[in-house]
């Protein structure tokens, strides 16, 4: 089975900055698309910023200029720099991972269990 576990969450003040870290492990032969998404209270999933094995990004708008997903394809591992933090960007952010068990096999999709990011002075 394939695990992702999301870790960097904590407590911030505004103007400050995180920096998240999602691993895949497990029987994986190879990952598509890693993305962060994130619900904060009250509110749907949403997306926050993705990224393909080709290092292609896509970012909501509300996070550009101040958020950076980045990857390390040889660990599986998806980061999001988040800068200039702000009080509407508390959440918990979930990373999602797209991939392949076998060569040409089908895509499955994983969730993290999400980590808690505050932003509050």
């Known amino acids: 089975q394939v695990q992702l576990v999301e870790s960097g969450g904590g407590l911030v003040q505004p103007g400050g900055s995180l920096r998240l870290s999602c691993a895949a492990s497990g029987s994986i032969f190879s990952i598509n698309a890693m993305g962060w998404y994130r619900q904060g209270p009250g509110k749907q999933r949403d997306l926050v910023a993705t990224i393909t094995r080709g290092k292609s990004t896509n970012y909501a708008d509300s996070v550009k200029g101040r958020f950076t997903i980045s990857r390390d394809n040889a660990k599986n591992t998806v980061y999001l720099q988040m800068n200039s933090l702000k009080p509407e960007d508390t959440a918990l952010y979930y990373c999602?991972?797209?991939?392949?068990?076998?060569?040409?096999?089908?895509?499955?999709?994983?969730w993290g269990p999400g980590t808690q990011v505050t932003v509050s002075s």
């Open positions: 999602n991972a797209r991939y392949r068990i076998t060569l040409g096999g089908n895509e499955y999709a994983r």
